[in-house]
């Protein structure tokens, strides 16, 4: 059946295309735990995580807000969180009058704080929304993380942009599913960091 023997090696090739980009992620191990422990420091003092993308990202950020603010394992402590892709009508009016490229950052000014952590979702680095948001969140003082994909684009580049985390490929499915292994890791690595007692310091927020 030369037919199914062709769908085989399709099969073994689109596995493979994802095999390398998961196996760089776990090579970023050092700076994911570096980003998940500054993250963590900074809900312990009381701050909030702000998370926007753009296009099929800006599913991705609501997807984050939740896991945070309502985790799915039981048991695990809830983290303020919100997506700034979620107000329909707030996105369009920024839009409509400011803009495409500021509807996060215009957010940011008013409703975060420099306490705070602003996640940034990009395919390939190069939203300029979320470029724009990032630039303006570490303008106020928030720490600022970003997924990217491909060789990080300009977002990678910017130096407003404290940790940032690649999905090396050019395939944009692939890119999509390796951020979701990343935000998952965040999320279970922040929680880590809250249940090892002193390693975020004594300024404890109940």
């Known amino acids: 059946m030369p037919g199914f023997a062709g769908s085989m090696d399709a099969a073994h090739e689109i596995f493979a295309r994802r095999e390398t980009p998961v196996r760089d992620l776990a090579g970023q191990a050092e700076q994911v735990a570096l980003a998940c422990h500054a993250m963590a420091a900074r809900f312990h ?5 702000v998370v926007f993308g753009n296009g099929g990202p800006s599913t991705d950020a609501q997807h984050v807000a939740v896991e945070f603010v309502h985790p799915v394992i ?3 402590r809830a983290l303020p969180a919100v997506s700034l892709t979620a107000d329909v009508a707030t996105l369009t009016g920024v839009a409509g009058r400011a803009g495409l490229d500021d509807v996060f950052a215009h957010q940011i000014r008013i ?3 420099p306490a705070d952590i602003a996640l940034g979702i990009s395919s390939d680095g190069e939203d300029g929304n979320v470029l724009r948001g990032l630039v303006t969140a570490r303008e106020r003082g928030m720490l600022t993380v970003a997924l990217t994909g491909g060789d990080g684009g300009r977002i990678a580049r910017a130096a407003e942009v404290d940790h940032v985390l690649l999905a090396r490929s050019a395939d ?4 999509k599913e390796v951020h979701v292994t990343t ?3 965040l999320w279970e690595l ?3 960091f809250f249940e090892q007692p002193g390693v975020l310091g004594q300024e404890v927020v109940a």
Do not use: S
């Open 74 to 76: 039981v048991g695990k």
């Open 111 to 113: 409703l975060a704080e």
């Open 45 to 49: 003092r009381g701050g909030k995580l």
């Open 172 to 175: 944009p499915r692939v890119v």
């Open 190 to 192: 922040v929680h880590v």
């Open 183 to 185: 935000y998952h890791v």
